[in-house]
């Protein structure tokens, strides 16, 4: 297949960036860049235009990095919540890999994000709070928090009667609120106790009975 060079006037994934000389397939050249306005054929005249062309990719590369460098400060404040299924011993039917990771981005937080961007050395199979490293760039590297959660609450493990008693003296003895302390009664007068005996009259001595009222005339 016979080869022709272009000048590239756009970044493409795979095949270079503005300014760079490659060579492609001349039916490729002429049926898809060259239409598209992604590249110009090489001639003398083009060549001319290499030194605006290395200006503009310097300028994309610059907010790239820019961009990217907001970005990452956004996510590495993220949580990414993944809800996946489970079994009743709590372990999860399948696992979690990068491209659901970039699905819950752009569903939690209207982030797109290239799947090819979130490393993952092998994908997420246990639940709990995990730390995914993001390359957003060459020179940005970040992390980003996610949890995976199960759909399917674990079963909560029945109270023995002792454990029962043991957690409501528990939350008595919480919630009993000091009592207050009564007010001072006021001292009753002191009686001359009961049980004392009256003193008896001495021997031979009588008990002088009253007087009788007279009799009116």
Request: glycine share 6%.
């Amino acid at each position: 297949m016979p080869k022709t060079e272009v000048i590239l006037t756009h970044n493409i994934v795979g095949l270079g960036a503005e300014s760079d000389q490659v060579k492609v397939a001349a039916g490729y050249a002429r049926n898809y860049l060259f239409p598209q306005g992604f590249a110009i054929p090489l001639t003398g005249a083009n060549k001319r235009r290499i030194e605006a062309l290395k200006q503009r990719r310097a300028q994309r590369e610059a907010d790239e990095l820019n961009h990217m460098n907001d970005l990452s400060r956004s996510l590495a404040k993220l949580i990414a919540v993944l809800t996946v299924k489970t079994g009743e011993d709590g372990k999860m039917f399948g696992s979690v890999t990068s491209g659901a990771i970039a699905d819950q981005l752009k569903t939690q937080f209207d982030v797109a994000l290239d799947k090819k961007k979130i490393h993952l050395e092998h994908p997420i199979r246990t639940l709990g709070e995990h730390e995914v490293e993001l390359r957003l760039h060459a020179d940005v590297v970040t992390k980003l928090k996610v949890r995976v959660e199960s759909s399917t609450p674990l079963p909560t493990p029945a109270e023995t009667p002792q454990a029962a008693g043991q957690r409501d003296d528990r939350t008595e003895k919480r919630g009993r609120r000091p009592e207050r302390a009564a007010a001072p009664v006021a001292a009753a007068p002191e009686q001359p106790e009961q049980h004392e005996k009256k003193p008896k009259a001495a021997k031979g001595e009588k008990a002088e009975k009253p007087a009788r009222a007279k009799k009116s005339e």
